[in-house]
């Protein structure tokens, strides 16, 4: 079982920047893609950001050019490093593991980050 606990969010002004971070234990985390998600009031949750085992990135439009996934497996953690944000990136922000042999999958239990002036 993956145990996921995210931190870092906050309030922030528009054009500010948050580092949001995401702790993994109880597996070996290198096994495991990690993706950040979230949900706005009122809407369904959405993939904002993902990073392989190897490495790869991918992200929603919304956010490309201004969010940066990583992670680093000897710390065991992922971060996601969010600039120039905007209002519109109001939301919940969930950590969220998953390894596809065997198929195992976690979510964190979320951290809020809320752009407002």
């Known amino acids: 079982q993956v145990q996921l606990v995210e931190s870092g969010g906050g309030l922030v002004q528009p054009g500010g920047s948050l580092r949001l971070s995401c702790a993994a234990s109880?597996?070996?985390?290198?096994?495991?893609?990690m993706y950040w998600h979230r949900q706005a009031p009122g809407k369904q949750r959405e993939l904002v950001a993902t990073?392989?085992?190897?490495?790869?990135?991918n992200y929603v439009d919304s956010v490309k050019g201004r969010f940066t996934i990583s992670r680093d497996n000897v710390k065991r953690m992922v971060y996601l490093q969010m600039n120039s944000l905007q209002p519109e990136d109001t939301a919940v922000y969930y950590c969220?593991?998953?390894?596809?042999?065997?198929?195992?999958?976690?979510w964190g239990q979320g951290t809020q980050v809320t752009v407002s002036s």
């Open positions: 990073i392989t085992t190897n490495g790869g990135t």
């Open positions: 969220y593991a998953r390894r596809t042999f065997p198929s195992i999958d976690s």
């Open positions: 109880g597996v070996i985390f290198s096994l495991y893609d």
